[in-house]
């Protein structure tokens, strides 16, 4: 049964007939995660004339096709901030002093009384070839009550929540006794400190070093930094500064717990990673070169990501694969293909031949055993067994790429990959000719469009051809809202998804993107967003229960169905769960009518009590009689029904 309050689900909704609103926050503020409705305004052009009854016929007898078992997922990428200080719950804003023309950013001198310290960049010492690089941090004053350091402001500052035990590290030298290390959270209101700890520190060469910090009784705030401080005069070297809050399961270097557990309220089959353009990176040194991003943090450069910040690759290849293994679904692996996003790509043939070596590597490290070399590899970052795939998709957007090499491309990487992994279906971005020996199993459609858009593409496939390749519709949304769908979005994306279920015989799989967004100033590069987000708190769209109802609510097996006299707004589809004898019945109206309608169920042969999940602006749960034969009912105007029927 889904749950959820007025307060979350309460959104602008806009449609062509008609306007209605109820309070929303201002995008962008913090306040959007309690937004408190007020009484409904509506503005309607004209009313629309009165809807005659149409006519619903379900054949449960008559199975058409079996429903896709993977039909339901989702997609993620580097966006929005959605992996470093979001779903990557990490505190410290460039942990490893990256430079830029001010300095190292996020970063400050801290100090107190007359304490005295310069920061620079020393290019010559830092803890592993990865990092190469360190802050350089030297103390010519400084005592108790006088302490000299450095503070992090953290992703639009550091979340503190009461009674939390946050786990800390860095790796640093010195060349001297400097004492301790202090390590503290502090109130950016009120100066006070929320928690501390100090940490031995050892003169010599690099060595990591690892902290708690426990807060007591204080209010939930964003308004915190974090501050590293000493009581000597002396030269300090840092690198690599992490604080972690708790994780989901306590993974270690895991994940934010109330944004794991929004995706398994989306009863996903699979996640598609790494993502879409941040596969691609902007130009080729910043493709997403996943052998880069697995090991220790401490061996991971990061790199440039696509939406113009710097990715630290916390989140690397194994931790994708441990996202899905938490949520008990399985990777779409998306291998990078030889195109960027400025317009650049490796020539088929001899160039592409590294790249190609590193997608079957890649897959190895999914999927090989421990007797393989980069199953062995897995197995020594952590991990000993394998895990299930099934798909792999070459490349992302390729249509985009002016060269036309896509082709190519996409037929090196599948003769190769097809060669050694035959048991897996690939998937191509765009329609390819080739050979059959490279032929796509799938191809990846996208769609962005607006309400109207979205709804018109209800019956893009109903009279598709099923000779040819499968389809994952790998990115949808409608775009309506700010920085998250509004209730006329939800009521398109419902539109779009009744025609995903009818043809759930082509279309194997589907994911929204994007998924998440950090509400932040700053923080958004595209709206709208599935999730919402800021350091503290966190919550769902409407489209984002739209969807919950709809993958909650999902059969194995698509019954013929046939239906007349309904308006040109209103979408429909059925399933069956035939282990659990229930038929799924989901009905969209989009007009500002409501719409009557008779429902025949063939193959029903007595009365049941039906259960009614209605998405209206606010959730709620119902109970229904449904007598054998037909059956008039009349679904609501702007309204998402999905109807759970026992078949007997």
Known sequence: MLRMSK?????????????????????????????????????????????????????????????????????????????????????????????????????????????????????????????????????????????AGLSNTGYWGIAVHPRTTYKGSFYAKANADLGPINASL??????????SAEIPLHAGDWQQYTFTLTTKIVAPSTANHLALTVTHPGHLWLQLVSLMPPTFNDRPNGFRPDLMQKMAGLHPHFLRLPGGNYLEGDNLAD?????????????????????????????????????????KIEPVLAVYAGYSLKQVHVTPGKDLEPYVQSALDEVEYVTGDTSTKWGA???????????????????????????????????????????KYPQYKLIATTPVKVSSAAEPDVIDDHYYKTPSGMMALDSRYDNAPRNGPKIFVGEWATQSGDPTPDFGAALADAAFMTGL???????????????????????????????????????????????????????????????????????????????????????????????????????????????????????????????????????????????DIPLH
């Open 287 to 327: 493709w997403y070169n996943w052998k880069e991003t697995v090991g220790p943090l401490v061996d991971r450069p990061g790199h440039q990501a696509p939406w113009s910040y710097w990715s630290s690759d916390g989140l690397g290849l194994l931790d994708f694969l441990n996202w899905c293994e938490d949520l």
């Open 377 to 419: 590899r897995r197995a020594a970052d952590g991990h000993p067994a394998p895990f299930p795939l099934h798909y792999i998709e070459i490349g992302n957007e390729d249509e985009f790429d002016k060269s036309k090499s896509y082709d190519a491309r996409f037929a090196q990487f599948a003769i190769a990959l097809r060669k």
């Open 7 to 147: 307060a979350l689900c309460a959104a602008l909704l806009c449609t062509p007939f008609l306007c209605v609103s109820a309070q929303t926050p201002k995008p962008l503020s913090p306040k959007a995660l309690a937004p408190k409705p007020l009484p409904a305004r509506v503005q309607a052009a004209k009313p629309e004339p009165a809807t005659p009854a149409a006519q619903l016929t379900i054949h449960t007898d008559r199975p058409l096709h079996a429903v896709s078992p993977i039909l339901y997922g989702m997609m993620t990428e580097e966006i929005n901030h959605a992996f470093d200080g979001g779903l990557y719950p990490e505190l410290i804003n460039n942990r490893s002093f990256r430079w830029a023309w001010r300095g190292a950013e996020h970063w400050n001198l801290a100090l107190n009384g007359n304490a005295a310290a310069t920061l620079t960049q020393d290019k010559s010492t830092g803890p592993s070839k990865a990092l190469p690089a360190s802050a350089e941090l030297t103390v010519t004053n400084a005592s108790i009550g006088n302490e």
């Open 501 to 643: 279920e009818r043809n759930s015989d082509l279309i194997v799989m589907a994911s929204y993107a994007p998924l998440f967004t950090n509400i932040n100033p700053g923080a958004i590069q595209w709206h709208p967003d599935l999730i919402g987000y800021d350091g503290l708190k966190s919550y769902a769209s409407p489209s984002y229960y739209a969807q919950s109802l709809f993958a909650g609510h999902l059969g194995d097996t698509v019954p013929a169905t046939t239906i007349t006299g309904a308006n040109s707004r209103f979408f429909q589809s059925s399933t069956i769960d035939t282990k659990a004898h229930k038929l799924y019945l989901k009905l969209v109206n989009a007009s500002t009518n409501p719409q009557p309608i008779t429902i025949t169920i063939d193959g029903l042969t007595q009365s049941v009590t039906a259960s009614v999940n209605t998405l209206h602006a606010a959730t709620y749960n119902s109970l229904t009689h449904v007598p054998a034969g037909s059956w008039n009912y009349t679904v609501p105007a702007l309204t998402i029904q999905v109807i």
């Open 186 to 195: 502090i109130s950016d209101t009120t100066g006070a400190t929320l928690a």
